[in-house]
C-alpha cells in the first residue's frame, strides 16, 4: 500500500497552476489530499506529477456579495460547515459539508477537490445540485463557468479538463428558498450510502421551484427531476412528500443504482425513496 513515484511541484499562483498542468504530461493537481493519496496508494490512480495547489491564497475564503456565496477552491468542508454566511444562506451546503467523514477529513479536504474528483458518493455533490450551484474553472484559454448538472460525467468522470483548475464555486442565494441535506450514512466506509439535498422556493403559497439532488446512487450525483415536476406549480399545503417521492423513479441511472456489500440496488432504490420523502417532508413543512 504505497504510492508509485512522482514528481511533484508547488503552484504559487492559478497562472502557475495552469501552466504546469498543460506542460508536464497527465500531472493532476492536489489539494486537500484526502480523495487523491489514498487511490494512490491502493493504485487505483498514478498521476505521474502532481502540482500542489494548497499553498494559493487566492483560492480561499467564503464570501457572500449581492445574490451569491462565493466558496474558493481549497475552502474546506470545515470552513463551510462552519461558515455563517453558508448555514444561514445555503443549509444543505453546509449540511453536507458537515457531514463529510470525520473532524480530519474535513480539516483537510477541500471543495474544490471534493467536486472535481468525480467520486460517485461525495456529500457536497448532492447540495450543489439541489442548490444550482457553479463552479469556475481557470484553464490555458483563461476562465469558464460549468452548472452543477455538467460538472458530473460518470465514475470519477468530470468536465474538469486536465488542464484546467477549479477556482470556486458560486452559490446563488437571492431568492427566498429553503435547503436541507439528508445523509445515511454507510457505517463501513463512513460514506454516503444515500444523500438526498432538497431546495424549495415558494410564492404566495404555490411551489415556484423545486430541486433535488442525490448522491451514491449512481455512476455520479443526479437530480431528481420527476420528483421535481411533481412539487413545481403546486400549492406548498396541498403537496404532500409521499406523491413526489413516488417519482423517484423516473430519475434512476440508466446504468443501474449502485450496489454494494451495505446495500444492494434494490434496497438503496428503497432507501432513496424514504430519505427523499423524509427531507421533502420537513422542507415543505418549513415552507
Ligand atoms: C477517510 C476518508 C473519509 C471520507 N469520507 C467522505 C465522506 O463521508 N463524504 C465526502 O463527501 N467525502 C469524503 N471523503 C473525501 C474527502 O471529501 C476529500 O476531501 C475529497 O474527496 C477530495 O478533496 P481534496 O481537497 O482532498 O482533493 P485531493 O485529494 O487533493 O484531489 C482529489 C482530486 O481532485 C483534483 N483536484 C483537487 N483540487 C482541484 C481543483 N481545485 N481543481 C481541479 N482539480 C482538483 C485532484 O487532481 C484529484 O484528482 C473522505 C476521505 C477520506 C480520506
Redesign the pocket.
Known amino acids: 500500500m504505497h504510492a508509485d513515484g512522482f514528481e511533484y511541484h508547488r503552484a504559487g499562483t492559478v497562472e502557475e497552476a495552469v501552466d504546469l498542468l498543460g506542460s508536464i504530461p497527465d500531472a493532476?493537481?492536489?489539494?486537500?489530499?484526502?480523495?487523491?493519496?489514498?487511490r494512490m496508494k491502493t493504485d487505483e490512480?498514478s498521476?505521474p506529477a502532481?502540482v500542489d495547489?494548497?499553498r494559493i491564497e487566492r483560492?480561499s475564503g467564503i464570501e457572500r456579495d449581492g445574490g451569491s456565496l462565493t466558496v474558493g477552491?481549497?475552502a474546506t468542508?470545515a470552513d463551510i460547515a462552519e461558515s455563517t454566511a453558508v448555514r444561514e444562506h445555503a443549509p444543505a451546503l453546509a449540511e453536507?459539508a458537515g457531514?463529510?467523514?470525520?473532524l480530519q477529513?474535513r480539516a483537510?479536504?477541500?471543495i474544490?477537490?471534493?467536486l472535481?474528483?468525480g467520486?460517485p458518493?461525495?456529500?457536497?455533490?448532492a447540495a450543489v445540485l439541489a442548490l444550482k450551484a457553479k463552479t469556475t474553472?481557470r484553464g490555458p484559454d483563461g476562465e469558464r463557468t460549468l452548472a452543477a448538472s455538467e460538472l458530473f460525467e460518470g465514475e470519477f468522470e468530470t468536465a474538469?479538463g486536465a488542464d484546467?483548475?477549479?477556482?470556486a464555486l458560486e452559490v446563488p442565494t437571492d431568492g427566498a428558498g429553503t435547503s436541507a441535506y439528508h445523509k445515511r450514512?454507510n457505517p463501513l466506509?463512513?460514506?454516503?450510502a444515500v444523500g438526498v439535498a432538497g431546495y424549495l422556493r415558494c410564492d404566495e403559497g404555490a411551489i415556484e421551484e423545486a430541486r433535488v439532488g442525490v448522491?451514491a446512487v449512481g455512476p455520479h450525483p443526479i437530480r431528481l427531476r420527476g420528483v421535481e415536476a411533481e412539487l413545481e406549480g403546486a400549492s406548498a399545503e396541498a403537496a404532500t412528500a409521499a406523491a413526489a417521492a413516488d417519482r423517484v423513479g423516473e430519475s434512476l441511472p440508466a446504468s443501474g443504482v449502485r450496489s454494494d456489500p451495505y446495500a444492494s440496488a434494490e434496497f438503496r432504490s428503497h432507501l432513496l425513496s424514504v430519505d427523499t420523502e423524509d427531507l421533502l417532508g420537513g422542507l415543505l413543512g418549513d415552507a
Open positions: 493532476e493537481p492536489l489539494a486537500g489530499a484526502h480523495g487523491l493519496l489514498p490512480e498521476p502532481l495547489i494548497s483560492l477552491a481549497l468542508h453536507a457531514a463529510v467523514g470525520d477529513v483537510g479536504g477541500t474544490g477537490g471534493n472535481a474528483h467520486d458518493r461525495v456529500d457536497p455533490a474553472l474538469v484546467e483548475i477549479v477556482t450514512r466506509s463512513g460514506y454516503a448522491t
